[in-house]
């Protein structure tokens, strides 16, 4: 799944460099980057790689899928002036032809694929990506197979609250809870019928074993007692206006954008009893025959680094390195209590069935 819906744009980067380590642009020659990035080892790893990128003359990185947020490409090219990122938005199928035909011509173009856990991983067992060793100490659970991609952020759903209504405290605390009569007709969630997130959130409650049995009921639940719409947007919509106290499944990203505007909401995990909430991976990879191949890990590299994850968090992602504080302030990533999934590699395949299912219960 794309984890955004932003509008792509090639940025040029600053071309002035900096006295100061901890500001960007600084090389490694004058004392590093301040710990901005990382321990001084990591930086100057940082550093050989920005140095060999513009030694081979590597002034941008070509990126296929949805882009991320306009300040996450400012960020990086403010650090490393000279380097632009421009992405183009192919996802799936569409770019797995554009890869084949570059590599039937001879004519490499990407540098990076970025795209939701299935698409990447299943790139990775394919072989289109190349196997990189990371600058930062990445745990296992967001390195992808045989280390050909990596998982720098997740995307993460919960509940909007009216503030004006209710009192976050007060919200239901467990999906059981929100599917009871207690809620009904309070609640606004996207439907399922329409795939995405929604269709996901109860393929997943569907498999494993153990998943199914501790949400059996929940999908019923919604259908009898949540008002669902076509749009995630809308959700964010109709609790702000006040129609309803609550949105169930809502979209941190689009929260933050929604809450800018003086919306009367709060964003909640609710659900600490009995865990579901809903998340989904991110990946990255360095494309095989990359023509900018140090740029293209340079960038990669630096979404794990200090500075990536906290500019990640800004706007709106939760970064998945150890000890990295949630976005606005939520709680860190492992303190979740998160709805299980299945393995990366069984993700390819194993969900595909229970969508379909969900997709028809809801009538899509």
Same mark, same amino acid.
């Given at each position: ?241 006040? +129609? ?35 998340? +989904? ?38 970064? +998945? ?38 997709? +028809?219960?809801?009538?899509?």
């Amino acid at each position: 799944m794309a984890a955004a819906l932003v509008v792509p744009m090639a940025l040029l980067g600053s071309c002035a460099g900096s006295a100061d380590p901890t500001q960007p642009g600084a090389a490694a020659e004058e004392g590093g980057y301040g710990g901005a990035l990382g321990s001084d080892a990591e930086e100057a790893e940082f550093a050989e790689l920005y140095a060999a990128a513009m030694d081979a003359g590597e002034n941008q990185v070509i990126a296929y899928g949805p882009p991320p947020a306009r300040a996450l490409i400012d960020a990086f090219q403010e650090r490393f002036p000279g380097i632009e990122i421009t992405y183009q938005q192919l996802q799936t199928a569409e770019r797995i032809a554009k890869l084949e035909q570059e590599k039937q011509t001879g004519n490499y173009v990407a540098d990076v694929a970025s795209d939701g856990r299935t698409p990447i991983v299943a790139m990775a067992l394919d072989k289109w990506c190349q196997q990189m060793d990371p600058i930062m100490d990445i745990p296992a659970e967001w390195v992808g197979p045989e280390s050909r991609a990596f998982f720098p952020y997740v995307s993460v759903f919960g509940l909007v609250v009216n503030t004006d209504m209710i009192d976050p405290e007060d919200a239901p605390k467990s999906w059981q809870e929100l599917v009871s009569p207690e809620w009904e007709g309070k609640v606004v969630m996207v439907s399922p019928a329409g795939g995405g997130a929604a269709a996901f959130t109860f393929a997943m409650m569907m498999t494993p074993e153990e998943n199914a049995e501790k949400y059996a009921g929940i999908r019923e639940g919604i259908k009898q007692n949540v008002t669902l719409v076509a749009k995630d947007a809308l959700v964010l919509q109709e609790v702000a206006q006040g +129609t309803y106290p609550i949105g169930a499944l809502a979209y941190y990203p689009y929260f933050m954008e929604t809450v800018a505007q003086g919306a009367p909401i709060e964003f909640v995990f609710p659900f600490a009893e009995g865990g579901g909430n809903m998340w +989904t991976k991110s990946g990255n990879c360095l494309i095989e025959n990359a023509p900018h191949p140090n740029a293209g890990k340079l960038w990669i590299n630096w979404l794990t680094s200090v500075e990536g994850q906290e500019t990640l968090a800004e706007a709106g992602w939760y970064p +998945t390195m150890p000890g990295m504080a949630g976005p606005g302030g939520l709680p860190a990533l492992e303190e979740i209590d998160k709805i299980k999934t299945l393995s990366d590699e069984e993700a390819i395949t194993g969900y595909g069935p229970y969508v379909q299912e969900v997709i +028809t219960f809801f009538g899509g």
